[in-house]
């Protein structure tokens, strides 16, 4: 019996928590150029999508994301098929050319051929938040995630995550936008 699909729903008003797998859960964040790539996509896909991102981290193997989309009417799996796709081809072209022993753990045998997997099947892990409080607590999870995990001991020393970018004097890669969100 196949997994069932969970539906994912493009409300306006909503921000979306989202959490996204790597296949065979392969640590493709311990790269920094990957992580620098992921944060390309998602920077290309919030101008052309008009999303604001409230939150993020990029962990060894899965990220999470909170999105608010500013259109009134979206398609959530296209932007996530634009942030992951993307970066998918990216990762795949750049590791054929500079680490292509790390591409094993990403094969798959079709039809066609041997292919490359770089996320989980599916859309992920997406879940609508439509109070202020629900994204005050997905917030809290996100940037807290590398510190449950025990690799850092204060979320702002996590580099590839919206706690180090709010902290951060330096050039970030990814800058989150404020939440701007009327709870009434």
Not at 52 to 57: E, G, R
Not at 136 to 154: C, H, L, S, T
């Amino acid at each position: 019996m196949g997994r069932e699909r969970r539906q994912s729903y493009n409300d306006p008003g909503h921000a979306h928590f989202i959490t996204c797998s790597c296949f065979r859960r392969c640590q493709i964040f311990t790269d920094e150029e990957a992580c620098a790539m992921l944060a390309q996509s998602i920077n290309s896909a919030r101008e052309s999508h008009q999303f604001c991102l409230w939150a993020y981290v990029f962990m060894p193997d899965h990220i999470h994301l909170l999105i608010y989309p500013r259109r009134e009417n979206y398609e959530i799996t296209q932007i996530l098929k634009s942030v992951k796709g993307t970066f998918a081809r990216h990762l795949i072209a750049d590791w054929k050319e500079r680490n292509p022993s790390r591409l094993k753990r990403l094969e798959v045998g079709s039809s066609f051929g041997v292919r490359h997997r770089v996320w989980q099947k599916g859309g992920g892990f997406d879940r609508n938040i439509y109070s202020l409080e629900a994204v005050r607590k997905a917030i809290d999870y996100v940037e807290w995630n590398p510190v449950k995990a025990g690799f850092v001991k204060d979320a702002a020393d996590w580099k590839w995550s919206s706690a180090a970018a709010c902290t951060s004097s330096g050039a970030v890669l990814l800058d989150v936008d404020p939440v701007a969100w009327d709870d009434g």
